[in-house]
Nanobody
Framework: VQLQASGGGLVQTGGSLRLSCAASGSFASINSMAWYRQAPGKQRVLVARASTAGTRNYADAVAGRFTITTDIAKITVHLQMNSLKPEDTAIYFC???????????????WGQGTLVTVSS
């Protein structure tokens, strides 16, 4: 399966971007869909996660500004990012935690990343 992320780009402080990620292939079950980001010289960190049970979790740094939405049937996940700040600059990766085939184990699947640059 491949996860294709899109929507990154250059935006000024205070602007908005909407990231999208679509998966090719199918899953027997999905536990959660999420977005992570990795800033230059830093580790990859969780930005937002949506579980199929209905919970939403956000990093403190983005709570109130970012919104994650999912369409499980279409295996897509979006991240609406508002009031962007220079510290939001990073490569954003989409993630699916799920099972591809009935007897597989839960695994993480990653998109290739999309670059978001916020200018001051």
């Amino acid at each position: 399966v491949q996860l294709q992320a899109s929507g990154g780009g250059l935006v000024q402080t205070g602007g908005s971007l909407r990231l999208s990620c679509a998966a090719s292939g199918s899953f027997a079950s999905i536990n959660s869909m999420a977005w992570y980001r990795q800033a230059p010289g830093k580790q990859r960190v969780l930005v937002a996660r949506a579980s199929t049970a209905g919970t939403r979790n956000y990093a403190d740094a983005v709570a109130g500004r970012f919104t994650i939405t999912t369409d499980i049937a279409k295996i897509t996940v979006h991240l609406q990012m508002n009031s962007l700040k220079p510290e939001d600059t990073a490569i954003y990766f989409c993630n699916i935690y799920g099972i591809r085939r009935k007897y597989d184990s839960l695994q993480n699947y990653w998109g290739q990343g999309t670059l978001v640059t916020v200018s001051s």
